[in-house]
Nanobody, 121 residues
């Protein structure tokens, strides 16, 4: 199984970016999909999550600015980020909880490689 992220980059404060993450491989079922981030000198934090049924949750600092969405057919999860602030600068990681076709009874976790988001003031 692979998670491939895209969409990071450099943007001015107030701007927008859309991150995408595509899961591929021997996937049987994907449960939770999440985006985490790790800024310079900070611990990795959960930014947003979405269940298979579409329930979402967000860290307080991004509520009203970020929107997480997913496509259960394409096995993708997106993070639409608006009104970006310099403090949103971080490496953003895609994370999933899934089962594989090889062992559909076993739940495993996968991380993407990360994509850099830089917001200038």
């Amino acid at each position: 199984v692979q998670l491939v992220e895209s969409g990071g980059g450099l943007v001015q404060a107030g701007g927008s970016l859309r991150l995408s993450c595509a899961a591929s491989g021997s996937i049987f079922r994907i449960d939770d999909m999440r985006w985490y981030r790790q800024g310079p000198g900070n611990q990795r934090e959960l930014v947003a999550g979405i269940t298979r049924g579409g329930s979402t949750n967000y860290v307080d600092s991004v509520k009203g600015r970020f929107t997480i969405s997913r496509d259960n057919v394409k096995n993708t999860v997106d993070l639409q980020m608006s009104s970006l602030k310099p403090e949103d600068t971080a490496v953003y990681y895609c994370y999933t909880i899934l089962t594989t076709t090889h062992q559909p009874e076993l739940t495993v976790q996968y991380w993407g490689q990360g994509t850099q988001v830089a917001v200038s003031s």
